[in-house]
């Protein structure tokens, strides 16, 4: 059996299609269009453009869908939509489109599935940088420990201070750790974590970026870790850059070459707050918690 989930994103909408086989969630096709509907999100409300775009996106993406025979499709939405407060006619012309059922996920139930989505068990500590949101989740195995949702996100971060040079590097780091110190302190106060696991667009670019990609595919660096060092390295370089320098960067697709300081500044802040001094990168996250919530609910 088939079942396919949509997640609406702040920075993008994906698609995951997928089996079960022997326990295990099995990915038969990752599908993602780039619609950063954050950067709609003004005064408050969605632009009429940044909803129309992500519900074309959700159309076609469930069209992929039941072509790949899903018998069900699912489709969650986060910080973006949780923020708007004229989410409800997102949701609405979304599902008009998709056929399903939106469900507007909270923060912290984000910050679950996506744990879910990357732990291979074992004491583990999660980061989910997403485009309006942050997620961080402490866990041993199935058992959470604790989960918060930050309201720092890649495309959020650059649309309050965007970095042209290293100064504003700098500076996002300092905010983002301030956020984290006051915000996660029930998360900072546990016992130090030896393994975690980093997931989002930030993560894979990341990882695109250090091997060198091309051809920018998220399973190539998937069980791949980075230090400390190296992601302080890339934000200092790359906020260097101009934009269009930063495009030429191979691994780095070109719509991203704004907000990927962002993105570095927000895990550069996590690690030192966090101590971590390495993670593993992760092309899977929420919509594989998601969907291997669903499976576990069907079987």
Known sequence: MRLACIGIGSNAIRLLTAEWHEGKLVAVRRERRGTRLFAGLVDGALTENSIQSSVDAVGELAELARCDGAREIFVFATSAVRDASNGHLFTARAEAVS???????TG???AVLSYYGVSEGGLCGMIDIGGGSTEFTLGEGERILGAVSLQMGAVRMNGQTPVLRIEDYEATVERCARMIRRDAQALLACPRMDE???????MTTLGAMQRRVPLFDPESCEGMLVTFDEVAAWGARISRMTI?????IVGLMPQRADIIPSGIAILEAAMRCFGIGKLRLSAHGNMDGYLKKKFKETY
């Open 99 to 105: 056929g399903a059922q939106v469900e507007i996920i």
């Open 108 to 110: 912290e139930q984000e």
């Open 196 to 202: 975690w696991a980093g997931v989002g667009g930030t």
């Open 244 to 248: 269009a320098e930063r495009r030429g």
